[in-house]
């Protein structure tokens, strides 16, 4: 569920900042082809490519100049790298507890150990394996922690004040 909320978050902001970019540079239909790359920003690694052939269609269909088609190139490079170093990590971290470094380096790990379907499959496997993930006690505020050790292991324990 968590997962689900962080990817639709992603979803609308990559859909603002397509309609945003596609307003700026005058592209025919912007709202509508801004809904559906964010839409297509649920499809992991390959949303991105989907939703920036709509735009190309309609730009070269319109007939004008083909400098319009560079800076929607450039738009598609800077909405993908907000989304894949900025959006990606900080909402796994908020709404699933994914750290930002899992999110960064599990997916050049599996790209490495399974080519195609390791970056494919990053995201989601990663968001089960912490929520399936038992999170850490926290003392109560105000409390203090001393550790006592013993002959077998280090035991932490909570003294109320």
Same mark, same amino acid.
């Given at each position: ?5 962080a990817v639709s978050i992603?979803?609308? #902001? #990559? ?10 540079? =005058?592209v025919p239909l912007a ?6 790359? /964010?839409?297509?920003? $649920?499809?992991?690694? $390959? /949303?991105?490519?989907? /939703?920036?052939?709509? +735009? @190309? $269609?309609a730009i070269l269909l ?17 909405? @993908?790298?907000?989304? %894949?170093?900025?959006? %990606? &990590? ?8 994914? &750290? ?15 080519? $195609? ?5 990053? &995201? ?10 038992? +999170? =850490?006690?926290? &003392?109560?505020? /105000? ?10 292991? +280090? ?7």
């Amino acid at each position: 569920m968590n997962w689900w909320r962080a990817v639709s978050i992603e979803a609308f #902001c #990559c859909a603002i900042l397509w309609l945003i970019g596609l307003m700026l540079i =005058h592209v025919p239909l912007a709202p509508m082809w801004a809904l559906i790359a /964010g839409l297509m920003t $649920f499809i992991p690694n $390959f /949303g991105a490519v989907i /939703g920036l052939l709509g +735009p @190309v $269609f309609a730009i070269l269909l319109s007939g004008r100049d083909m400098e319009r088609l560079l800076y929607l190139l450039g738009l598609y490079a800077v909405i @993908v790298v907000i989304d %894949q170093l900025l959006l %990606q &990590p900080m909402l796994m971290k908020r709404v699933t507890r994914v &750290p930002i470094w899992a999110s960064l380096l599990v997916p050049l790990v599996l790209g490495v150990v399974i080519p $195609f379907w390791g970056v494919l499959l990053a &995201p989601p496997l990663l968001a089960i394996v912490y929520a399936f993930r038992k +999170p =850490h006690e926290q &003392p109560k505020a /105000g409390s203090i922690i001393t550790t006592a050790a013993t002959e077998d292991a +280090p035991v932490n324990k909570v003294q109320q004040p």
